[in-house]
């Protein structure tokens, strides 16, 4: 059985038995994974046309706080209804939980029934439907990288998260002796991903102990949007049910590498049989447009950072000598740059973003993407020179606003995002990005303490 299902299939195994229950998600503004569980003979008689949840899900923090200051929803308006209209294009199989099939829903407004413009998936929606209108899809993939512990999910809780053990010893970037040992769990993601319906390339050691990374094909970029939060959810969902915990957490420790989420990027014609980004005539196989959407990507680096990294954490990853680049410049095949030209004289010449780490939002992420490349293509932008060497020492190079605080400022003055976006949608995001920093400020860290408890 194939792990992607249609309607009538899942009526169908509904009517047999095999599968009695339907998870209906929607994307928060974190990425994850939030909805309601279905009795599948329910779903398929009524709820497939529509659910509802409560607004404050595009309007929380990690902790699912009830934050002040956002327009769309608030105490002051009552917290009320969206729509969970469920995408039936995108069932599918979960094969790790029993008699399960899993859709993802878009969020549309209660009373209009359009869709709301700062849900996560109508962000990336939009940029896709400019791309269209200019005669063009993008076809994208995400790589993702994570940490592996010993202990599970509720033993790293009632532990304070203090004395984790990665279930390697030592860097295991390619090492398949030292990966064999993590494969109780690897194993079970690459095939449970798998006849769920989605395409595994490979798992692979990273280069922290107890660092994995897990590929899968790319397609376009809805589909992968899609693809990359089912595929976190499943990741933690497979290692819980195993006793293990993982980490998504773009650098957890001040010793290791930090753990990132590559997104790589090519422009296809509407039908996705022409390679737009592929010109055999020139350098590297880059195509004129190619040249310039990366020249968009390079001239709004700054703008688009805080849906690359989003949290205070994400920018502790941002450290030389890590593979995590420092500097918004290109280059081919160089992984100390920002964007990597990779592919290059073939027909799938592609950019890889290296940016964003393991935490970001793959529907905001891809989409500010989107929307900066676009601008190169509008602008005719024209391409500097490439970077060659070692970009963490290229002291003159671009670099990547290294703090939330100037993240936030520039998205907030982005003139480019706002005429992408719209001022929703940014000043949504501008008040998300600035409670993560004040809830922040008010904390006192165990760095803190133990620096200055005796020696203050």
């Known amino acids: 059985m194939s792990g992607t299902l249609s309607f009538d299939q899942l009526k169908a195994l509904t009517d047999s038995g095999e599968i009695d229950t339907v998870l209906a998600c929607q994307v928060d503004m974190?990425?994850?994974?939030?909805?309601?569980?279905?009795?599948?003979?329910?779903?398929?008689?009524?709820?497939?046309?529509?659910?509802?949840?409560?607004?404050?899900?595009?309007?929380?923090?990690?902790?699912?706080e009830t934050v002040?200051?956002?327009?769309?929803?608030?105490?002051?308006?009552?917290?009320?209804?969206?729509?969970?209209?469920?995408?039936?294009?995108?069932?599918?199989?979960?094969?790790?939980?029993?008699?399960?099939?899993f859709i993802m829903c878009d969020v549309l407004d209660h009373n209009t029934h359009k869709p709301v413009p700062h849900s996560p998936r109508?962000?990336?929606q939009a940029q896709i439907k400019r791309l269209n209108d200019l005669g063009m899809t993008a076809f994208m993939a995400t790589e993702l990288e994570f940490f592996l512990f010993e202990q599970s999910f509720e033993e790293a809780h009632e532990g304070g998260y203090h004395g984790l053990k990665t279930w390697g010893k030592y860097n295991e970037d390619y090492h398949i002796f030292?990966?064999?040992?993590?494969?109780?769990?690897?194993?079970?993601?690459?095939?449970?991903?798998?006849?769920?319906?989605?395409?595994?390339?490979?798992?692979?050691g990273e280069a922290s102990a107890g660092q994995e990374e897990i590929n899968v094909k790319y397609a376009d970029a809805l589909t992968t949007g899609d693809n990359h939060a089912f595929v976190k959810n499943a990741c933690k969902e497979i290692a819980w049910a195993q006793g293990r915990a993982l980490t998504f957490l773009a650098k957890w420790s001040n010793e290791a590498a930090g753990s990132s989420s590559h997104v790589h990027q090519s422009l296809w014609s509407i039908d996705g049989k022409t390679p737009?980004?592929?010109?055999?005539?020139?350098?590297?196989?880059m195509s004129e447009l190619m040249e310039q959407y990366v020249a968009g990507l390079l001239h709004n680096a700054s703008d688009i950072t805080y849906f690359l990294a989003p949290y205070i954490?994400?920018?502790?990853?941002?450290?030389?000598?890590?593979?995590?680049?420092?500097?918004?410049?290109?280059?081919?095949?160089?992984?100390?740059?920002?964007?990597?030209?990779?592919?290059d004289g073939t027909k799938g010449v592609r950019v890889e973003c290296r940016v964003g780490g393991s935490d970001l939002n793959p529907y905001l992420a891809m989409a500010a993407l989107l929307a900066a490349g676009i601008d190169g293509i509008e602008?005719?932008?024209?391409?500097?020179?490439?970077?060659?060497?070692?970009?963490?020492?290229?002291?003159?190079?671009?670099?990547?606003?290294?703090?939330?605080?100037?993240?936030?400022?520039?998205?907030?003055?982005?003139?480019m995002l706002r005429a992408a976006m719209g001022d929703e949608v940014i000043n949504h995001y501008v008040r998300c990005a600035g409670w993560e920093q004040e809830i922040f400020d008010k904390q006192v860290t165990d760095w803190e303490v133990a620096r200055g408890f005796e020696r203050a």
């Open 30 to 64: 974190q990425g994850r994974l939030m909805g309601k569980r279905f009795h599948a003979s329910y779903f398929c008689k009524s709820a497939y046309e529509e659910t509802h949840s409560c607004n404050y899900l595009l309007a929380t923090d990690m902790e699912m």
């Open 68 to 101: 002040e200051g956002y327009k769309s929803t608030s105490w002051e308006s009552g917290y009320g209804d969206y729509v969970m209209k469920p995408d039936l294009e995108t069932i599918r199989l979960v094969p790790w939980l029993e008699k399960t099939a």
């Open 122 to 124: 109508a962000v990336l």
């Open 178 to 204: 030292q990966t064999t040992k993590e494969e109780s769990v690897m194993r079970a993601i690459r095939n449970g991903l798998h006849d769920a319906g989605i395409e595994v390339e490979c798992s692979k």
């Open 276 to 285: 737009l980004f592929y010109d055999e005539n020139r350098k590297y196989g």
């Open 313 to 343: 954490n994400s920018y502790k990853r941002f450290a030389e000598g890590t593979f995590a680049p420092t500097k918004a410049i290109w280059s081919k095949d160089n992984r100390t740059a920002g964007y990597r030209i990779c592919g």
């Open 379 to 415: 602008n005719k932008r024209e391409l500097e020179p490439e970077f060659s060497g070692d970009a963490y020492a290229a002291s003159d190079a671009r670099s990547i606003p290294s703090t939330l605080r100037e993240a936030t400022s520039v998205l907030n003055d982005s003139a």
